[in-house]
Protein backbone atom coordinates (compact mmCIF):
# COMPACT_ATOMS: atom_id res chain seq x y z
CA UNK A 1 0.00 0.00 0.00
CA UNK A 2 2.77 2.00 0.53
CA UNK A 3 4.10 1.97 -3.48
CA UNK A 4 3.79 5.25 -5.51
CA UNK A 5 3.00 5.12 -9.14
CA UNK A 6 4.07 7.99 -11.22
CA UNK A 7 1.66 9.80 -12.85
CA UNK A 8 1.19 10.28 -16.70
CA UNK A 9 1.67 13.81 -16.45
CA UNK A 10 0.38 15.68 -19.76
CA UNK A 11 1.61 18.91 -21.06
CA UNK A 12 -1.76 21.62 -20.49
CA UNK A 13 -1.47 22.30 -24.09
CA UNK A 14 -2.23 18.68 -24.72
CA UNK A 15 -4.69 18.89 -22.12
CA UNK A 16 -7.84 18.69 -24.85
CA UNK A 17 -6.31 16.17 -26.66
CA UNK A 18 -5.44 13.76 -23.98
CA UNK A 19 -9.01 14.30 -22.59
CA UNK A 20 -10.33 13.59 -26.34
CA UNK A 21 -7.89 10.83 -26.97
CA UNK A 22 -7.66 8.57 -23.43
CA UNK A 23 -10.44 10.48 -21.75
CA UNK A 24 -8.11 11.84 -19.10
CA UNK A 25 -5.76 13.60 -18.30
CA UNK A 26 -2.61 14.74 -15.44
CA UNK A 27 -1.44 18.06 -15.27
CA UNK A 28 1.87 18.80 -12.49
CA UNK A 29 1.42 21.79 -10.80
CA UNK A 30 3.47 23.84 -12.93
CA UNK A 31 1.22 22.90 -15.45
CA UNK A 32 -1.85 23.31 -13.59
CA UNK A 33 -0.53 27.07 -13.05
CA UNK A 34 -0.08 27.09 -16.55
CA UNK A 35 -3.23 25.90 -17.62
CA UNK A 36 -5.42 28.35 -15.71
CA UNK A 37 -2.79 31.04 -15.35
CA UNK A 38 -2.50 31.44 -11.99
CA UNK A 39 0.37 32.14 -9.43
CA UNK A 40 1.74 29.31 -6.86
CA UNK A 41 1.15 31.98 -4.21
CA UNK A 42 -2.78 32.62 -5.59
CA UNK A 43 -3.00 28.98 -5.45
CA UNK A 44 -1.75 28.46 -1.84
CA UNK A 45 -3.65 31.30 -0.34
CA UNK A 46 -6.85 29.07 -0.86
CA UNK A 47 -5.36 26.11 1.33
CA UNK A 48 -6.17 27.45 4.78
CA UNK A 49 -10.11 27.21 3.83
CA UNK A 50 -9.00 23.34 4.52
CA UNK A 51 -8.65 23.59 8.43
CA UNK A 52 -11.94 24.67 8.56
CA UNK A 53 -14.25 21.85 7.36
CA UNK A 54 -17.12 20.06 9.31
CA UNK A 55 -17.47 16.47 9.42
CA UNK A 56 -19.47 14.50 6.55
CA UNK A 57 -22.71 13.44 8.60
CA UNK A 58 -23.75 11.05 5.66
CA UNK A 59 -21.10 8.27 5.56
CA UNK A 60 -23.11 5.16 5.84
CA UNK A 61 -20.11 3.08 6.91
CA UNK A 62 -20.56 4.74 10.12
CA UNK A 63 -17.14 6.35 9.72
CA UNK A 64 -15.94 9.49 11.06
CA UNK A 65 -12.96 10.34 8.47
CA UNK A 66 -14.20 12.78 5.71
CA UNK A 67 -15.06 16.06 6.72
CA UNK A 68 -16.08 18.61 3.38
CA UNK A 69 -17.92 21.49 1.81
CA UNK A 70 -19.95 22.55 -1.03
CA UNK A 71 -20.73 25.16 -3.42
CA UNK A 72 -22.58 25.63 -6.81
CA UNK A 73 -22.09 27.85 -9.56
CA UNK A 74 -23.82 28.31 -13.43
CA UNK A 75 -21.18 29.16 -15.75
CA UNK A 76 -22.29 31.08 -19.01
CA UNK A 77 -19.26 32.19 -20.83
CA UNK A 78 -16.99 34.19 -18.33
CA UNK A 79 -19.75 34.96 -16.25
CA UNK A 80 -19.40 33.13 -13.04
CA UNK A 81 -22.82 33.22 -10.59
CA UNK A 82 -23.01 31.45 -7.46
CA UNK A 83 -26.25 30.42 -6.81
CA UNK A 84 -27.96 29.57 -3.87
CA UNK A 85 -27.03 26.87 -1.47
CA UNK A 86 -28.75 23.50 -2.52
CA UNK A 87 -28.15 19.85 -1.76
CA UNK A 88 -25.68 17.64 -3.15
CA UNK A 89 -27.44 14.69 -5.27
CA UNK A 90 -26.70 11.64 -6.81
CA UNK A 91 -28.42 8.95 -8.69
CA UNK A 92 -28.30 5.56 -7.17
CA UNK A 93 -27.11 4.56 -10.76
CA UNK A 94 -24.12 6.67 -9.68
CA UNK A 95 -23.31 6.38 -6.28
CA UNK A 96 -24.56 3.10 -5.06
CA UNK A 97 -23.70 4.02 -1.73
CA UNK A 98 -24.56 7.59 -1.09
CA UNK A 99 -26.82 7.78 -3.90
CA UNK A 100 -30.66 9.02 -4.06
CA UNK A 101 -30.56 11.28 -0.92
CA UNK A 102 -30.15 15.04 -0.74
CA UNK A 103 -26.50 15.68 1.30
CA UNK A 104 -27.08 18.78 2.58
CA UNK A 105 -22.77 19.78 3.18
CA UNK A 106 -22.13 22.79 4.64
CA UNK A 107 -21.51 26.16 2.40
CA UNK A 108 -18.20 27.18 1.40
CA UNK A 109 -16.78 30.01 2.93
CA UNK A 110 -16.08 33.80 1.99
CA UNK A 111 -12.48 32.56 2.70
CA UNK A 112 -12.42 30.29 -0.29
CA UNK A 113 -14.50 31.85 -2.34
CA UNK A 114 -13.31 35.55 -1.97
CA UNK A 115 -9.89 34.13 -2.76
CA UNK A 116 -8.85 35.70 -6.47
CA UNK A 117 -7.48 32.48 -7.72
CA UNK A 118 -11.41 31.27 -7.22
CA UNK A 119 -12.98 32.02 -10.22
CA UNK A 120 -10.25 31.21 -12.16
CA UNK A 121 -10.82 28.01 -11.03
CA UNK A 122 -14.03 27.49 -11.59
CA UNK A 123 -13.46 28.73 -15.44
CA UNK A 124 -10.83 26.96 -15.85
CA UNK A 125 -12.76 23.97 -15.95
CA UNK A 126 -15.62 25.27 -17.76
CA UNK A 127 -14.03 26.32 -19.52
CA UNK A 128 -12.14 22.59 -20.97
CA UNK A 129 -15.65 21.36 -20.93
CA UNK A 130 -16.35 23.87 -23.41
CA UNK A 131 -13.61 22.65 -25.51
CA UNK A 132 -15.11 18.91 -24.87
CA UNK A 133 -18.35 19.66 -25.68
CA UNK A 134 -18.91 22.26 -26.89
CA UNK A 135 -19.83 26.40 -25.56
CA UNK A 136 -23.34 26.13 -23.34
CA UNK A 137 -23.71 26.94 -20.07
CA UNK A 138 -22.38 25.07 -17.20
CA UNK A 139 -23.64 23.90 -14.09
CA UNK A 140 -20.52 23.39 -11.47
CA UNK A 141 -20.18 21.67 -8.27
CA UNK A 142 -17.11 22.60 -5.71
CA UNK A 143 -16.27 20.21 -2.91
CA UNK A 144 -13.42 20.27 -1.10
CA UNK A 145 -12.64 17.58 1.21
CA UNK A 146 -10.26 16.57 3.94
CA UNK A 147 -9.77 12.59 4.04
CA UNK A 148 -7.93 11.67 7.59
CA UNK A 149 -6.92 8.41 9.11
CA UNK A 150 -9.23 8.56 12.18
CA UNK A 151 -10.04 5.09 13.27
CA UNK A 152 -6.66 4.24 11.49
CA UNK A 153 -8.25 4.46 7.94
CA UNK A 154 -9.98 6.58 5.67
CA UNK A 155 -11.53 5.84 2.40
CA UNK A 156 -11.27 8.97 -0.37
CA UNK A 157 -14.31 6.92 -2.48
CA UNK A 158 -16.40 5.01 -0.23
CA UNK A 159 -18.53 4.15 -2.88
CA UNK A 160 -16.21 2.66 -5.06
CA UNK A 161 -15.18 3.31 -8.73
CA UNK A 162 -17.50 5.40 -9.98
CA UNK A 163 -18.76 8.14 -12.50
CA UNK A 164 -20.31 11.41 -11.15
CA UNK A 165 -23.00 11.44 -13.94
CA UNK A 166 -21.51 14.85 -15.10
CA UNK A 167 -19.15 16.03 -18.44
CA UNK A 168 -15.84 17.14 -16.72
CA UNK A 169 -14.19 15.99 -13.35
CA UNK A 170 -11.23 17.65 -11.93
CA UNK A 171 -9.50 16.57 -8.82
CA UNK A 172 -6.89 18.61 -7.37
CA UNK A 173 -4.69 17.18 -4.71
CA UNK A 174 -3.69 19.91 -2.41
CA UNK A 175 -2.01 18.00 0.27
CA UNK A 176 -0.65 14.95 1.79
CA UNK A 177 0.07 14.68 5.32
CA UNK A 178 1.82 11.72 6.82
CA UNK A 179 0.03 9.18 4.65
CA UNK A 180 -0.04 5.92 2.61
CA UNK A 181 -2.00 4.98 0.14
CA UNK A 182 -4.23 7.37 -1.74
CA UNK A 183 -3.64 6.10 -5.22
CA UNK A 184 -5.44 7.50 -7.98
CA UNK A 185 -7.22 3.98 -10.63
CA UNK A 186 -8.95 5.12 -13.35
CA UNK A 187 -10.66 2.68 -15.73
CA UNK A 188 -12.45 2.95 -19.53
CA UNK A 189 -16.39 2.92 -18.70
CA UNK A 190 -16.39 0.44 -21.79
CA UNK A 191 -13.31 -0.76 -22.48
CA UNK A 192 -10.32 -2.98 -20.91
CA UNK A 193 -8.05 -0.04 -20.44
CA UNK A 194 -6.64 1.17 -16.90
CA UNK A 195 -4.17 3.13 -14.90
CA UNK A 196 -3.01 3.56 -11.42
CA UNK A 197 -1.14 6.47 -10.30
CA UNK A 198 -0.29 8.49 -6.82
CA UNK A 199 -0.74 12.31 -6.69
CA UNK A 200 1.98 13.96 -4.46
CA UNK A 201 2.71 16.97 -6.17
CA UNK A 202 0.77 19.90 -4.33
CA UNK A 203 -1.48 21.47 -6.84
CA UNK A 204 -1.35 18.56 -9.26
CA UNK A 205 -4.68 17.99 -10.78
CA UNK A 206 -6.04 14.64 -12.54
CA UNK A 207 -8.87 15.76 -15.32
CA UNK A 208 -11.53 13.30 -16.44
CA UNK A 209 -14.08 12.93 -19.62
CA UNK A 210 -16.96 11.24 -16.91
CA UNK A 211 -18.55 9.97 -19.55
CA UNK A 212 -15.91 7.95 -20.73
CA UNK A 213 -13.82 7.02 -17.43
CA UNK A 214 -14.72 5.18 -14.06
CA UNK A 215 -12.50 6.67 -11.27
CA UNK A 216 -11.79 5.76 -7.67
CA UNK A 217 -9.30 6.49 -5.40
CA UNK A 218 -7.73 4.13 -2.49
CA UNK A 219 -7.85 4.00 1.38
CA UNK A 220 -5.17 5.94 3.23
CA UNK A 221 -3.52 4.80 6.10
CA UNK A 222 -1.42 6.17 8.94
CA UNK A 223 2.77 6.59 7.69
CA UNK A 224 3.39 6.34 11.56
CA UNK A 225 1.48 4.73 14.02
CA UNK A 226 0.15 7.30 16.58
CA UNK A 227 0.35 10.02 13.86
CA UNK A 228 -2.92 11.88 12.31
CA UNK A 229 -2.40 11.85 8.78
CA UNK A 230 -4.65 13.31 5.97
CA UNK A 231 -4.67 14.16 2.49
CA UNK A 232 -6.71 17.43 1.25
CA UNK A 233 -8.18 17.78 -2.57
CA UNK A 234 -10.70 20.14 -4.10
CA UNK A 235 -13.13 18.30 -6.50
CA UNK A 236 -15.00 20.31 -9.38
CA UNK A 237 -17.69 18.40 -11.18
CA UNK A 238 -19.01 20.22 -14.69
CA UNK A 239 -22.34 19.54 -15.91
CA UNK A 240 -24.65 20.60 -18.70
CA UNK A 241 -28.30 20.92 -18.82
CA UNK A 242 -28.57 21.84 -15.42
CA UNK A 243 -27.37 19.89 -11.85
CA UNK A 244 -27.81 16.32 -11.37
CA UNK A 245 -31.22 16.11 -9.58
CA UNK A 246 -32.88 19.03 -10.93
CA UNK A 247 -34.78 16.85 -13.68
CA UNK A 248 -36.23 14.73 -10.65
CA UNK A 249 -37.68 17.65 -8.76
CA UNK A 250 -34.54 17.32 -6.13
Same mark, same amino acid.
Given at each position: ?105 ? *?????? /????? %??? @? +? #??? $? !? ?63 ? *?????? /????? %??? @? +? #??? $? !? ?38
Amino acid at each position: MSALWSPPYTSPNDCLMALQNQGFAVLDAAGVRAWLGVPAEALQALEPAWDDLPPDEYLKDGGRYRRRRHGCYRIDGEAVQPVPHRAHYQPVEYNALHGGMRRWFA *PLTPAL /TAQPA %WPR @L +L #LGV $A !RLASALRGPQPWFVEAHSFRIDTTGGIGRPTPEGAHRDGVDVVAVFLLRRHAIKGGESRVFEADG *PRGQRF /TLTEP %WSA @L +L #LDD $A !RMIHETTPIQPLREGELGWRDTLVLTVRGGGFLGDDEGV
